[in-house]
């Protein structure tokens, strides 16, 4: 998961075949988690990044649409 930043830091669309696979690998990485509440902010990041997106900008745009509406 960690691998590739590109489709976040390029803008690229991600495909479904491409979303399948980061999400695979991120059950994988998480599946022995024991401390969640110590890493909610890099289990949050890494989840968002599944679907090629950065969780800080995310959430902006969903303030500032909310505000805009």
């Known amino acids: ?3 590739d ?4 830091e390029g803008g690229m669309r991600l ?10 690998d ?13 890493e909610t902010q890099t289990f949050y990041n890494e989840f ?3 679907f090629g997106l ?3 900008i995310t959430m902006i745009e969903c303030v ?6």
């Open 1 to 3: 998961m960690r691998r």
């Open 26 to 38: 991120f059950s994988a990485e998480w599946k022995d988690a024991h401390y969640e509440k110590g």
């Open 15 to 24: 495909g479904w075949q491409e979303i399948r696979q980061r999400a695979r």
């Open 54 to 56: 950065d969780r800080r």
């Open 64 to 69: 500032f649409a909310k505000l805009t509406q």
């Open 48 to 50: 968002f990044r599944i």
């Open 5 to 8: 930043r590109s489709a976040i």
